[in-house]
């Protein structure tokens, strides 16, 4: 099932996009506010571009459980509001989490080894990472299955399966 957002009152519609061929226009009247509005079925840009891992949104009593993918660079998170550019939108009524929150930058090292490392945006109610608030210019490196906190909402940074290491 994919969601698209009405661009008028931003409540989401679902469909089976598997119901249709790729490059098929799509029209829908909202049920809300009965705005019509049509898309475009196609290949998304996530899915040219090497997914690096993601984060799965708690549920809480402010936005259900979400997961959202992570790429290669500076990943921006934070709560979804249109017109705010941001790479990883949490659709959250969380009033303290902020539009830009906390940013999870993914890159590769000189030997090869991808690093993943959390640093507050900076934000008022601040980052935190296993119950611990990092210092505004301070950035940490994570592990895979990171707890971390923005606001009230919680979320856990899973790496890409070849970026996971397992031991016996």
């Known amino acids: 099932m994919k969601k698209v957002l009405c661009p008028k009152c931003d409540n989401t519609v679902t469909f089976n996009e598997r119901k249709y061929e790729e ?3 799509l029209f829908f009247v909202c ?3 009965g705005k019509k509005f049509s898309i475009q079925i196609n290949q998304t840009k996530a899915d040219d571009t090497p997914q690096y891992g993601h984060i799965i949104v708690l549920e809480n009593a402010y936005c259900y459980r ?3 993918p992570l790429f290669a660079g500076d990943n921006i998170i934070g709560r979804r509001s249109k017109g705010t550019n941001i790479h990883v939108p949490i ?3 969380d009033t303290t989490m902020e539009r830009q929150h906390c940013i999870i930058n993914i890159s590769v090292n000189k030997q090869g080894k991808t690093i993943y490392t959390l640093r507050d945006f900076p934000s008022t ?3 935190f990472l296993k119950h611990k608030l990092l210092n505004k210019r301070e950035r940490v490196i994570l592990e895979n299955g990171s ?5 009230a909402t919680t979320f856990i940074v899973y790496f890409s399966e070849e970026e996971q290491t397992y031991t016996d």
């Open 125 to 127: 109610s601040g980052t």
């Open 66 to 68: 979400q997961q959202l």
């Open 23 to 25: 490059g098929r226009s």
């Open 147 to 151: 707890i971390v906190t923005i606001g």
């Open 31 to 33: 049920p809300r506010c």
């Open 91 to 93: 659709e959250s009524s």
